[in-house]
T-cell receptor, first 111, second 115 residues
Framework: EDKVVQSPLSLVVHEGDTVTLNCSYEVTNFRSLLWYKQEKKAPTFLFMLTSSGIEKKSGRLSSILDKKELFSILNITATQTGDSAIYLCAGGYNAGNMLTFGGGTRLMVKP | DAGVIQSPRHEVTEMGQEVTLRCKPISGHNSLFWYRQTMMRGLELLIYFNNNVPIDDSGMPEDRFSAKMPNASFSTLKIQPSEPRDSAVYFC?????????????FGPGTRLTVL
């Protein structure tokens, strides 16, 4: 059975800290690894990773994929209170754009 | 583009009643997904349509749940009869199968409470 596991389950940091969120996956016919941010509403897309070792960056956020170890990390530097959210990773598989989601990491950034 | 549109945003009903959730995907997208999210189980895929045809409904919890997509711009998820354990946030998401990305775009969700 496909599974995506995220760690830690929750994290509390102070503004300015750097955080690393982890995602391991076992997904049959794996195609891509996606990261989403979910605040009080719908998940919003952050990154899609398909190749190992190539870092994707967007401002203070960056992510990388290791397809050998079946692992991805999401880094957030100089955290801000607006980064407080649940971060979801998902494994994309088959040719149908289907995703298996992890349970999420709840990040709280304190002022 | 207005994004994925869902209605209603909130629904409170009593056990045994029929509930219908509605979704309008992003124009031009040909794949549509219904998810359920709870604290206990996280985000679960219920059913997936491609070109209006149900492809995978293995996530539908039981026969009380049914989904339809009569055309490319509209889908419904129906629960009949509803039970308290169906209380959750139901998300609809759409994507374009065949494009360069697997990205799914989520609607705002319907928060369902069954009393």
């Amino acid at each position: 059975e496909d599974k995506v596991v995220q760690s830690p389950l929750s994290l509390v940091v102070h503004e300015g800290d750097t955080v690393t969120l982890n995602c391991s996956y076992e997904v049959t016919n794996f195609r891509s690894l996606l990261w989403y941010k979910q605040e009080k509403k719908a998940p919003t897309f952050l990154f899609m990773l398909t190749s190992s070792g190539i870092e994707k960056k967007s401002g203070r956020l960056s992510s990388i994929l290791d397809k050998k170890e079946l692992f991805s990390i999401l880094n957030i530097t100089a955290t801000q209170t607006g980064d407080s959210a649940i971060y979801l990773c998902a494994g994309g598989y088959n040719a149908g754009n289907m995703l298996t989601f992890g349970g999420g990491t709840r990040l709280m950034v304190k002022p | 583009d207005a994004g994925v549109i869902q209605s209603p945003r909130h629904e409170v009903t009593e056990m045994g009643q029929e509930v219908t959730l509605r979704c309008k995907p992003i124009s031009g997208h040909n794949s549509l997904f219904w998810y359920r999210q709870t604290m206990m189980r996280g985000l679960e895929l219920l059913i997936y349509f491609n070109n209006n045809v149900p492809i995978d409904d293995s996530g539908m919890p039981e026969d009380r749940f049914s989904a339809k997509m009569p055309n490319a711009s509209f889908s419904t998820l129906k629960i009949q009869p509803s039970e308290p354990r169906d209380s959750a946030v139901y998300f609809c998401a759409s994507s374009f199968l065949g494009g360069p990305t697997d990205t799914q775009y989520f609607g705002p969700g319907t928060r369902l409470t069954v009393l």
